[in-house]
């Protein structure tokens, strides 16, 4: 789909977003592994979530949707069921990586599939930590899906100190150690997203500046009855583009604001935008509230590598506020882009280059020269099938003087299904 975006004067109203994609596979995953019913409510509609949806449904979870909410019957840990299918997770990393883990774990035999932009994705980061744990798994080139996972010996503990802070690795390896009789440990030196350890209610410590996450079958799983909020990942493109217009007011309401996950509003602040947050409050395990935001002056700003595992699916659109920011901005200590549903670093420069931008490609960022009253005519921008840099372009696109266009537009359903709908009803 080719989507003609034109350019915005202004940018005001209300939104609800999508609710949020990680708690929602995480629901699904943690329902099956519960015995018992779990009430989820406001469960996301975008195709990850539902392919996770469907992968734990084959493999004994009982799905009923009542009254906007989802029952999940979970099997429990000890009953299982082999697919009598492939599991097809579609473009979701975090549903294969995490029922890697669950596989291992419960010693089931399945094949674990997914779209051509997942099998292009490495896996070897959770193959080699789950063969120490007694695993068996055959990959294609040894690194990519299809991935066949079985295991013939008994589960064995695993300390484990993550090589990069990657919430999905981590995730993969505690829920394998959920399984287990002794003690599976996760050695995190920095931090990553902590909805499992939140939804999971799993021991922490911090010793040495290092946290340790422990899991074992010892371990209850916690009813994972709760109302999921408002992806914060989907309300970080509206957040810029409120900050980069001039007249714009944008309230997003119910948005999950987990502290491992929200850098992007310490980022704007010292960029110097205009947002304010209301009625805070939990959402069973997680913080959420409302987030009201202004046209503002931003300054460049410089990010910290050890916090961008917090905010590394926003980049994309932190581009797009860096550019029409005053001074020279960096990004630096973020080569995990170049591994993500595409090559995000190169995406992101063609995105840049596309309009005439002032910036430098590195290996693990960009240097970008912004400028406030930053203009161009229009461009046509390449969405590389990408949901993220499909909807960064978009922001983008809204600073022009003429109509641009957003190739293959529809990949913003992986994430954000009623995302152009939501953007039309902005704009003014």
Known sequence: MIKKINPASSLKGELILPPDKSISQRAAIFSLLHEGVSEVKNYSQAQDPQSTLSCVQQLGAEVKEEKGALFIKGTGRSHIKTPDKDLDCGNSGTAMRLLSGVLVGA???AKLVGDESLCGRTMTRIINPLEKMGAHILARNSAYA???????EALKPLKFELPIPSAQLKSCVLLA???GEELTQVIEILPSRDHTERLLSLDQKVIQDRRIISASSADEIPNQSYTIPGDFSAAAFWLVAGAIQKDAEIKIENVGLNPTRSALLDILSEMGADITIENERMEGAEPAGDIIVKGSDLKAVEIDPKIIPNCIDELPVIAVAMLFAEGT???AGAEELRHKETDRIMAMAKMLKAVGADFKEKEDGLIIHGDPDFTFSSAT????HDHRIAMASAVLSLKAQKECTI??????????PGFWEDLAGLMR
């Open 381 to 384: 921008f390449e969405s590389f």
């Open 177 to 179: 150690g959920l399984f």
């Open 329 to 331: 901005s960096k990004i």
């Open 407 to 416: 190739k293959d537009a529809e990949s913003a359903a992986v994430s954000y």
């Open 107 to 109: 010693g089931i035999s």
């Open 146 to 152: 299809p991935l066949f996972i079985n295991r013939n």
